[in-house]
C-alpha cells in the first residue's frame, strides 16, 4: 500500500512541473501586449523600458521561467500588473470562494445524481429508470449560463426569495456561515451542480444494472440476504468509481466556473481569470491557472488514494 502510495506520488511531480511550464506558456504566447493596462497611451520610450525591466520581461523566456517558477515554489506568484497588490492572496481568496461554491454544489450533485442513479439501476426498463435518465440527459445539456440567469429570473426578480448575485450582504466575499450569506450561495451552487448530477445519475445508473446482473448478487440473494444487505453490496461495489468521477467534476468545476461565477458576480477563481484576461494581468493569469492546475493534479491523487482504499483489487494490479 505505502509503495504503491509512493509511486502515485512519485508521478506527479514531473505532471507539476509540465502544468507550470504549460502554464508560463500558454500566456506568453498568446497576443497582446501586458502593459497596455498599466501604461498611459502617450508613455515614453524609456517609461515603458523601465516597466519591461521591472516585470522582468526583458530576459529570455527560460530565465523568466526559473526566476517565476522558483517564486512560486516559495508563495510567491508575482504582483498583478493591473492592481500592483500581490498576486499569492487573492488567489487564495478566490480559490477558497470557489472551492466553497464547487464543493457544495459536487455534494448536491453527488447526493441527487447519486439518489437518481440508484433508483434508475434498480428499476431499469421502468418509467421511474426513463424519467431519471430523461432528467439526467437534460441536465447534461442544458447550458450553465442560460439556466443561471432563468434561476436569476424567477427567484430573484419575480419571487424576490434569493439574492441575483454577489457572495454576501456587504459585497466584500467575507464568509459567515449564517443565513445572510448562505443564501447566497443558494443559486449558483444549485444552478453548477445540475451537469455533475447528471453525469453521476447516468454513470451511477449503468454501474447499479452492470452490478445486478452479475452472478454474485444473484448468489447473495439464493443465499437468503434481504434486499438492504444487496444494497450494501452494490453500494460497496460501486462507490470506488462514483467515488473517482466525484472528484473529476469537482476539479472540473473549480477550472470551468468562469461563466457561472460571472453570471453572479461571485468572487472566485472564475471571476478573477475573467478580469486577468481581459487587463492581460499575466501574473495574476498565471498564478491563477497554476494554483487551479495544481489543486486538480492533486485532487487526482486524493481520489487515487482513496478509491485504493476501498478496492484493495487497484493495489494488487
Known amino acids: 500500500m505505502l509503495a504503491y502510495l509512493a509511486r502515485r506520488a512519485a508521478y ?23 502593459l497596455v493596462s498599466v501604461l498611459p497611451p502617450d508613455a515614453s520610450q524609456d517609461l515603458q523600458r523601465q516597466m519591461i525591466k521591472l516585470y522582468g520581461f526583458d530576459r529570455p523566456y527560460p530565465e ?27 488567489v487564495l481568496k478566490a480559490v477558497t ?94 444552478t453548477m451542480s445540475v451537469i455533475p448530477m447528471g453525469i453521476i445519475a447516468r454513470t451511477v445508473r449503468a454501474l447499479v444494472a452492470e452490478i445486478l446482473a452479475q452472478e454474485f448478487v444473484i448468489g447473495l440473494r439464493a443465499r437468503g440476504l434481504n434486499d438492504l444487505g444487496v444494497f450494501l453490496h452494490v453500494v460497496k461495489n460501486a462507490a470506488p468509481t462514483a467515488l473517482a468521477v466525484m472528484g473529476l467534476q469537482l476539479g472540473y468545476l473549480l477550472g470551468g466556473s468562469i461563466l457561472i461565477e460571472t453570471v453572479f458576480a461571485w468572487p472566485g477563481t472564475g471571476f478573477l481569470l475573467n ?9 495574476l493569469l498565471q498564478g491563477t491557472i497554476l494554483v487551479l492546475a495544481l489543486f486538480f493534479v492533486l485532487l487526482n491523487l486524493l481520489v487515487d488514494v482513496l478509491q485504493t482504499a476501498l478496492d484493495p483489487r487497484i493495489q494488487r494490479s
Request: net charge neutral; glycine share 12%.
Open 64 to 90: 523568466q521561467f526559473l526566476r517565476w517558477l522558483g517564486r512560486a515554489l516559495q508563495g510567491d506568484l508575482g504582483s498583478s500588473i493591473a492592481t500592483n497588490r500581490p498576486v499569492t492572496p487573492e
Open 97 to 190: 470562494n470557489t472551492l466553497i461554491l464547487a464543493s457544495v454544489a459536487t455534494l448536491i450533485g453527488f447526493f441527487f445524481g447519486g439518489l437518481f442513479g440508484f433508483v434508475a439501476g434498480y428499476f431499469r426498463g421502468s418509467w421511474v429508470d426513463k424519467t431519471a435518465s430523461a432528467l439526467s440527459v437534460l441536465g447534461v445539456s442544458v447550458p450553465h449560463y442560460w439556466l443561471g440567469m432563468v434561476l436569476v429570473i424567477v427567484f430573484s426578480s419575480q419571487l424576490n426569495w434569493l439574492p441575483a448575485t454577489g457572495a454576501g450582504p456587504t459585497g466584500s466575499g467575507d464568509r459567515a456561515w449564517d443565513w445572510e450569506h448562505l443564501r447566497f450561495l443558494v443559486l449558483p451552487a444549485v
Open 275 to 283: 478580469s486577468a484576461i481581459f487587463q492581460r494581468d499575466l501574473p
Open 12 to 34: 506527479t511531480i514531473p505532471i507539476m512541473l509540465g502544468v507550470a511550464l504549460f502554464c508560463f506558456a500558454l500566456v506568453h504566447i498568446a497576443p497582446g501586449d501586458p
